[in-house]
């Protein structure tokens, strides 16, 4: 599994696994398996074990799992099922602590994928993407919400407004690139039957720079990559740069008034890219 090449992740609460195979089937490009937010306290052992028995039987490398947080009483047995050759990535909640990022990779071997979702996680967001053994970042919207006191999210029927978190994403994406990472994976939309409003909230994470959006159920995986293909009207545009682009041979260059330099002609190659690999 090619963790940077993620766009779509699926989350599966681990005490639910007559949910795991259809989780794996609903065609996002991973699943995560949940230990921590998805399962009650006093069903984190039992899930915790049916998972084990669970991964003995998948091929290496297939599947996420979100562990409980370094603090947690979870963490140390968590920590020893990641060793499990089915284990592609561990996901860890709240991360704030380079530090200790640094000693679960060296536990486990494994790539980490630690949620930024706390004002502490983005005070200290250069350690922690340059912390040994992580590979992307996640944005944990509904916790930075809760610890920052932010009125969000809005009561069922009102318009999801996501303009408070323009900084903290931006962030992220700045983060990733300066430290070279993968680009980082957006927050879960969570209305569920909603998928016109799923396709414009991954559409704008992609255009702030966001490699992909986490998911909750099944029915958001076919309208989150729907978004992820350039539209028509980006291939039309992207078609025309580049034919502009062959008339000068690279030059600067007017298209339709607007001016087309060396950035925007690689902007208009990487759609057309994309839309090759479809």
């Known amino acids: 599994m090619d963790i940077n090449a993620l766009q779509t992740l699926l989350f599966v609460p681990a005490n639910r696994p007559e949910r795991y195979e259809k989780a794996l089937n609903a065609g996002a490009d991973a699943v995560i398996v949940d230990l921590e937010d998805a399962v009650p306290a006093a069903e984190k052992d039992g899930a915790r074990a049916t998972l084990a028995g669970w991964l003995d039987a998948r091929p290496p490398a297939s599947v996420l799992v979100r562990i409980n947080g370094t603090g947690s009483p979870w963490f140390t047995q968590d920590t020893l099922l990641c060793r499990s050759p089915a ?30 979702e ?42 999801h407004d996501e303009s408070a978190f323009l900084f903290a994403r931006s962030q992220l994406v700045m983060a990733s690139r300066a430290h070279g990472l993968a680009a980082p994976l957006d927050a879960i939309y969570t209305a569920i039957h ?10 704008q994470a992609m255009k702030l720079g966001f490699g992909g959006v986490l998911l909750i159920h099944p029915r958001q995986v076919t309208p989150a990559h729907r978004a992820m293909v350039p539209t028509q009207a980006q291939v039309t545009w992207a078609r025309r740069i580049l034919e502009a682009e062959q008339r000068v041979n690279g030059a600067v260059v007017a298209v339709r008034g607007n001016m087309v330099d060396a950035p925007v002609m690689a902007r208009a190659r990487r759609i057309l890219q994309q839309v090759a690999q479809e």
């Open 194 to 203: 909603d998928p016109e409003g799923l396709m414009h909230y991954a559409r």
């Open 87 to 116: 284990i592609a990535a561990i996901v860890v909640p709240k991360a704030e602590d380079p530090q200790a990022l640094a000693e679960l990779a060296n536990l486990t071997d494994k790539p980490l994928l630690p949620f930024i």
């Open 118 to 159: 706390s004002a502490l996680a983005f005070a200290r967001l250069d350690e922690i993407a340059a912390a040994t053994g992580v590979r992307r970042l996640l944005f944990g919207k509904l916790d930075l919400a809760l610890d920052l006191g932010m009125d969000y999210p809005p009561p069922e029927g009102e318009p």
